[in-house]
Nanobody, 121 residues
Framework: QVRLVESGGGLVEPGGSLRLSCHVS????????ISWYRQAPGKERELVAS????????NYADFIKDRFTISRDDGKNTAYLQMNNLKYEDTAVYYC??????????????WGKGTLVTVSS
């Protein structure tokens, strides 16, 4: 059964950094487009960043403003989200999504259960 497991969340002070990981099982990450989403309390889930297969072209939400970096290591079946200069408003549960496979016209979305990031002093 396909599993996506996020890790790396926690409590961090404003200005701090965290690196989230998303380990994928039972599918080959190299065939899947990866996205990170987040959902803050009382708000809708929103897209943070995404990365394509192959060369790994990345796209980011405007509110990230060069603070986050998405990456992938297909050999480890793991995707990452490096978050720097964290702000109070980055507090949310962060989710990983895999969409694919890229060779099929019928795409499937797989979601992890999320990891909580709390930015607080």
């Amino acid at each position: 059964q396909v599993r996506l497991v996020e890790s790396g969340g926690g409590l961090v002070e404003p200005g701090g950094s965290l690196r989230l990981s998303c380990h994928v099982s039972w599918i080959s990450l190299s065939n899947y487009y990866i996205s990170w989403y987040r959902q803050a309390p009382g708000k809708e889930r929103e897209l943070v960043a995404s990365i394509t297969t192959g060369a790994g072209s990345a796209n980011y939400a405007d509110f990230i403003k060069d603070r986050f970096t998405i990456s992938r290591d297909d050999g480890k079946n793991t995707a990452y989200l490096q978050m720097n200069n964290l702000k109070y408003e980055d507090t949310a549960v962060y989710y990983c999504k895999a969409r694919g496979p890229d060779y099929s016209t019928q795409k499937v979305d797989y979601w992890g259960k999320g990891t909580l990031v709390t930015v607080s002093s």
